[in-house]
């Protein structure tokens, strides 16, 4: 158990429409990431947010956004979704400077 | 060319033997991470090094930074053991994100 949660655990949308995930982290840590894993790779950075601000980003296109909350949740925006989209996305919430990471345990999103 | 490379892809072995999984990368980093991920896909942190050796249990990770080489070894495998094991750098520059390899898919055969 690493304390990250994540909702839904699976997902169907269809091309063109707009999803929202979720992630909660555990308590005080105020640095979440975003990464999306296709099907047989590694994860992708997709997005980092420290105290409610964007702290850097991969290269992903401006649809994927992302909000952070005085809570330790956050969301994973993505509009105009298009098949390639179709992945299961991960957070994963940290405090500054001790590098280890906590991962939830995913969303499986599926674009028909 | 990946800023992170596994090898191998792919392994499989018999129940018992001793495994090893290489990970090389080409950035300056602050920590490397391995990481189990398992059907389903959540995923579970092995170890994090910036030096040296770590072992737990039938689990032992070293690495050089010198030669921006990493290896994770599983004594006496299971087919528990069996899994998709991610070599993940920490960059020592800028925000704390993780870049990943593609992962090594392991299969234990009893």
């Known amino acids: 158990e690493t304390g990250v949660t994540q909702s839904p655990t699976h997902l169907i949308k269809t091309r063109g429409q707009q999803v929202t995930l979720r992630c909660s982290s555990q308590?005080?840590?105020?640095?979440v990431s975003w990464y999306q894993q296709a099907l047989g790779q590694g994860p992708q950075f997709i997005f980092q947010?420290?105290?409610?601000?964007?702290?850097g980003r991969g290269n992903f296109p401006p649809r994927f956004s992302g909000l952070q909350f005085p809570n330790y949740s956050s969301e994973l925006n993505v509009n105009a979704l298009e098949l390639d989209d179709s992945a299961l996305y991960l957070c994963?919430?940290?405090?500054?400077?001790?590098?280890?990471?906590?991962f939830g345990p995913g969303t499986r999103l599926t674009v028909l | 060319k990946n800023e992170v490379e596994q090898s191998p892809q792919n392994l499989t072995a018999q129940e018992g033997e001793f495994i090893t999984i290489n990970c090389s990368y080409s950035?300056?980093?602050?920590?490397l991470h391995w990481l189990q991920q398992h059907p389903g896909g959540g995923i579970v942190s092995l170890f994090m090094?910036?030096?040296g050796k770590k072992k737990h249990g039938r689990l032992i990770a070293t690495i050089n930074i010198q030669e921006k080489h990493s290896s994770l070894h599983i004594t006496a495998s299971h087919p528990r053991d069996s899994a998709v094991y991610i070599c993940?750098?920490?960059?020592?520059?800028?925000?704390?994100?993780?870049?990943f390899g593609t992962g090594t898919r392991l299969t234990i055969i009893p």
């Open positions: 994963a919430s940290s405090i500054p400077g001790r590098h280890t990471q906590y």
């Open positions: 993940a750098v920490l960059s020592n520059f800028g925000n704390e994100k993780l870049t």
């Open positions: 090094l910036s030096s």
């Open positions: 950035v300056g980093i602050s920590a």
């Open positions: 308590s005080g840590h105020n640095t």
């Open positions: 947010y420290y105290r409610e601000e964007e702290n």
